[in-house]
């Protein structure tokens, strides 16, 4: 099969958050860059729908507020969280509390969110998306990354892209990991995820909620029409759950649930899942490379730092990771002179955002989760309790993890180039 030779100055593989935030800055910035997304669409339900503020402010920043407004959404002012099972509910992060425009969560499908920013970036003359691409592997030449393979999907064809800069988006599968000298480095998760759709009644609840059952947690995502329902299981434990039997575990969701059992108008039985078919398994990892770059090459997102879904914070690191790398590097890109020292910067910037908000999920993992999951929730009502009765006492204590869960560590600002003001 003949190949054909083609060059970009900044090649991103992979299409998620991450890598069409990256595209648009850049592009915007007046950086050749060209997205490789392997999928036809961005239509995938096994991700997180959260957009927290920071990244609606970025929305704002770029001048696309209006566009992303008129998405359908609902909005979620404060974060809670279960004690024990069908325990009190605590609220750990009242967003709604926080200063500005932008004190919620918007809870948007991501499909929607990235055909936004793909139809905004094919605005620019210097961006190109091909959709249907999957990057097979990394062109090197004398220890230096130089580009990338690729197949067409739909055509069955292959090609190479060589690039200036190869950034790796391509999430927690990333082809960066096989790269031994990146040094990826594992932490144990408690548990794995199961994601099933319930149908929702306009009387039922907003937004995100969550409960605890009979070792499993609940989080179900309010999408208008249906409930994105998300089960946490013990991990390993999706063969010996699903053995027991399908009705089995929809009677303690819905013990955990109330408002969700047949009969109280708000769910039809014939609506629930009839087979495990309609349950799909997520095996939740946590992981972070030790290193971010090696020559030509960067990971962002999760490729370089695959996060648990606790706080539903993966897609805002993965974008402000995307900001971050877009205001270091737009400028020795368009120069032709990027180098190790940029894409070193940007781990740098990043790394202690990435880190400090893992080491937060295993604390909740340890603490909260897996004591829970593992029907041991007596023991750890004391500890979440007293934390739950500090942080309602002292306003400002309530208001440290909201802007954490709000905004990260620091703010992330877009290059001045890639910024628009909406009207
Ligand atoms: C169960 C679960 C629930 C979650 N819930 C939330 C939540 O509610 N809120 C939240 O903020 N985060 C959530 N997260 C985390 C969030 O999904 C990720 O952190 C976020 O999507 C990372 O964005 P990304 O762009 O780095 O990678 P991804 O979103 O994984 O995107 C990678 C892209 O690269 C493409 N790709 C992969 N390989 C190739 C290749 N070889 N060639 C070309 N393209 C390729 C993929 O198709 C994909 O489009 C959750 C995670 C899990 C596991």
Not at 107 to 121: H, Y
Request: charged share 25%.
């Amino acid at each position: 099969m003949g190949r054909e030779r083609e060059r970009t100055t900044c090649c991103v593989v992979g299409g998620g958050p991450a890598g069409m935030v990256l595209g648009l800055l850049l592009a915007r910035a007046g950086v050749e860059v060209t997205v490789l997304e392997k999928h036809g669409d961005f239509l995938r339900d096994f991700r997180g729908d959260t957009v927290h503020p920071s990244t609606l402010r970025l929305l704002d920043d770029l001048g696309l507020a209006d566009r992303f407004e008129a998405l359908p959404q609902r909005h979620v002012h404060s974060v809670q969280l279960p004690i024990g099972r069908g325990g009190e509910l605590f609220t750990v992060g009242d967003i709604g509390s926080l200063p500005g425009k932008y004190n919620y969560v918007a809870m948007v499908p991501q499909w929607d969110l990235l055909d936004l920013l793909a139809d905004e970036a094919n605005r620019e003359p210097s961006f190109r998306l091909r959709m249907n691409t999957e990057v097979t592997s990394f062109l090197m030449e004398r220890g230096r990354v130089t580009g990338v393979r690729y197949r067409d999907r739909a055509g069955g064809s292959a090609g190479e892209l060589r690039a200036t800069l190869t950034v790796a988006c391509d999430g927690r599968g990333s082809l960066a990991r096989a790269l031994p000298e990146l040094g990826l480095r594992e932490f144990p998760c408690p548990m794995d995820v199961w994601w099933f759709r319930l149908p929702r009644r306009a009387s039922d609840p907003q937004g995100l909620v969550g409960n605890a059952g009979e070792r499993f947690l609940t989080a179900m995502i309010d999408r208008g029409d249906y409930w994105q329902c998300a089960v946490l299981i013990p991990k390993g434990a999706d063969a010996k759950y699903r053995a027991e039997g399908l009705d089995r575990f929809l009677t303690s969701f819905e013990e955990a649930t109330p408002w969700m059992r047949p009969g109280t108008g708000t769910a039809d039985r014939d609506t629930r899942p009839r087979s495990w078919d309609e349950v799909k398994l997520l095996d939740v990892r946590m992981d972070r490379l030790r290193r971010w770059h090696r020559p030509g090459l960067l990971c962002i997102g999760d490729a370089a730092h695959a996060m648990s879904p606790v706080f539903g914070i993966g897609i805002n690191l993965a974008v402000e990771d995307a900001v971050a790398a877009a205001r270091h590097l737009a400028g020795p890109l368009r120069a032709g002179t990027v180098g190790l020292g940029d894409v070193r910067a940007v781990q740098r910037r990043r790394w202690p955002t990435a880190a400090a908000t893992q080491r937060l999920q295993r604390i909740a993992h340890a603490r909260v989760i897996e004591p829970l999951l593992q029907g041991r929730s007596q023991a750890v009502g004391g500890e979440p309790l007293r934390l739950a009765e500090v942080l309602t006492k002292a306003p400002w204590l309530k208001r440290a993890p909201a802007y954490f869960l709000a905004y990260g560590a620091g703010r992330e600002r877009p290059p001045a180039a890639s910024v628009r003001r909406s009207g």
